[in-house]
Every structure is written in structure tokens, then in C-alpha cells.
């Protein structure tokens, strides 16, 4: 998979932990919110931390542990499925977590700007996607009527010619 952010792909070294914790944690994992909330020392650990935040769970489960966050990763599990958007919206506007927020999933590069926009910083997508397709898609639109977490300026229902 190839991680793209601003339009480029970039690095990626976050590790996904499955089922059980190591007896050490690598240097950027990312867990289950279930596991995450049976780490017992989370307070000792002083490395990059992920999550990985089903569309069909509460964003309110991660609220104590956002000081220790980095990255949290929202899923789209299926094209039809826009849960991730408004999970994505709610972190940064009521939780107000500044960290990373991934999107991986069923994505179309059409969703690009979208995604930006409710406030996701970073998009996993398959290796033989079309990056040309992400890349124009990014910027495709360039007036946005709806409200954005982007602090951009609004353009009202008449455009200003």
C-alpha cells in the first residue's frame, strides 16, 4: 500500500498490531482501540502511538488517550459507507486532535478533496492505484460551499464574479 499526503506519496513506518501486544512495542505501531485500552503503562510510553477506530465506534472512546496519540486511522469499509467522513469531522472539531488522521478502505481518488476537507491528513491507497488520478483530484475543486475544518474562507450560495 502506498501512503499518500499533500497529493505525494510518502514513507510510511507505522506497523499494525493484530490481535496481541508485543512484549515490546515496535517503533510506531498501531493498535485496536481494543487494544489500546489494555495497555496498563500507557502514561511510560513516550513513542509515536496509533489507533485504528472502526467507522461503527464512538470517537468518545479515544478521548483519553488523545494526549498519547499520533496517528488514528479511520476505515471505509465499503465505497457506500460515509461514517469514516463524519468520525473524521467530529476528531478534529470536538476532540480537537491535530495529529495525523489516515483514511484506508474502499476510497475513490474522486473522494480526495472531500477527504481533506472533514480533515484527514493522510490516505492509504493501493500500490497499483493511479497517482495521477489523486493527484488531480486533489485540487479539482477550487471553491468550496460547504463548511470545512481547513479554517478557509467560505463562499456563500451566489458566487462573487
Known amino acids: 500500500m502506498l501512503l499518500l499526503k ?10 499494525v498490531i493484530e490481535n496481541n501486544l508485543p512484549t515490546s512495542l515496535p517503533d510506531y505501531p498501531i493498535l485496536s482501540q481494543t487494544l489500546l485500552s489494555t495497555l496498563d503503562n500507557i502514561d511510560k510510553i513516550h513513542q509515536p502511538l496509533g489507533v485504528l477506530l472502526p467507522c461503527d465506534q464512538d470517537i468518545e472512546h479515544l478521548r483519553p488517550y488523545l494526549e498519547k496519540l499520533s496517528l488514528i486511522v479511520l476505515e471505509f469499509p465499503s465505497f457506500k459507507d460515509g461514517r469514516a467522513f463524519s468520525q473524521a469531522r467530529q476528531i478534529r472539531e470536538h476532540l480537537k486532535f491535530t495529529g495525523e488522521l489516515r483514511a ?15 480533515g484527514f491528513t493522510t490516505i492509504l491507497i493501493p500500490d497499483n492505484a493511479n497517482i495521477a488520478s489523486w493527484k488531480d483530484n486533489r485540487q479539482h475543486f477550487t471553491i468550496g460551499f460547504q463548511s470545512s475544518v481547513l479554517k478557509e474562507p467560505k463562499q456563500g450560495l451566489v458566487r462573487k464574479l
Open 6 to 15: 499533500d497529493g505525494e506519496i510518502i514513507d510510511n513506518p507505522w506497523i
Open 104 to 118: 484506508i478502505g474502499h476510497i475513490l481518488p474522486d473522494q480526495y478533496q472531500f477527504l481533506t476537507r472533514v
